[in-house]
């Protein structure tokens, strides 16, 4: 599963600029970047009317996919997933995912994006392991805003070297909580499957599997007394 960290901060503290370049410099360290931006804006537009995928979308589609030669866009409805749920179900192939807001995001490392002396989310919130600002505070990890290369360096070591760690084969989450699995764990459910894909002789020596399990819902019992 993709290495994940998120930026958080209030409105204009710059977010968006230091995320875009630290971004920009583990491009150049040759990694795959994705991006996830929260916001609690509404109507936000991403085509414009009379097009193709605005008619799917006002037919009712729940979710419209465009693939052009230069670009592919996912365009659906609002979702209650988490961020862990979003960076797995649509980001796997990614070295790292970077969020942009989801404070409030469980078990999810934080940077705190901080302008303003009386704006302190590390008192607010859980998660908060570093901190990007022009203030004079202290901490184990706080870095200038004008530090996106040395922030770059520091996603770079903590999260996506793994310091030596041998490399994740399988990745579970459950609700959109990842379970953490040890290597024996991981040994034996690869095991297992790739024995029933092999099975079905369907393609010889392949690369990755996934696999989605959707469990039925059963009805519950009325609370009501009749």
């Given at each position: 599963?993709s290495?994940?960290i998120t930026?958080?901060g ?10 875009s ?8 360290l ?37 693939v ?14 988490s ?65 996106a ?15 030596g ?19 024996f ?16 002789k369907?393609?010889?020596n392949p690369?990755?599997?996934e ?16």
């Amino acid at each position: 599963m993709s290495a994940l960290i998120t930026f958080i901060g209030y409105h204009d503290s710059g977010k968006t600029t230091l995320v875009s370049e630290v971004v920009s410099h583990l491009k150049v360290l040759g990694y795959r970047v994705a991006v996830i931006k929260s916001s609690n804006e509404a109507g936000v537009a991403f085509d414009t009317e009379n097009t193709d995928t605005f008619r799917h979308r006002q037919a009712g589609a729940d979710a419209v996919l465009f693939v052009g030669p230069d670009q592919m866009v996912l365009q659906t409805g609002p979702s209650d997933h988490s961020i862990v749920t979003l960076a797995h179900r649509y980001f796997a192939d990614a070295d790292i995912v970077i969020g942009e807001g989801f404070k409030h995001a469980r078990k999810v490392p934080k940077i705190e994006v901080r302008r303003n002396s009386d704006q302190d989310l590390r008192q607010e919130v859980h998660g908060v392991i570093a901190v990007a600002t022009d203030l004079d505070i202290a901490g184990d990890y706080v870095f200038r805003l004008d530090e996106a290369k040395e922030i770059a360096l520091f996603i770079e070591k903590r999260f996506i070297r793994g310091k030596g760690k041998r490399p994740e084969r399988v990745s579970l989450v459950v609700e959109g909580r990842k379970i953490p699995l040890k290597e024996f764990v991981q040994d034996c459910l690869s095991g297992t499957v790739m024995g029933f894909v092999d099975s079905l002789k369907l393609t010889d020596n392949p690369r990755e599997i996934e696999l989605r399990i959707r469990l039925p819902q059963e009805d519950k019992p009325s609370s009501r007394k009749s």
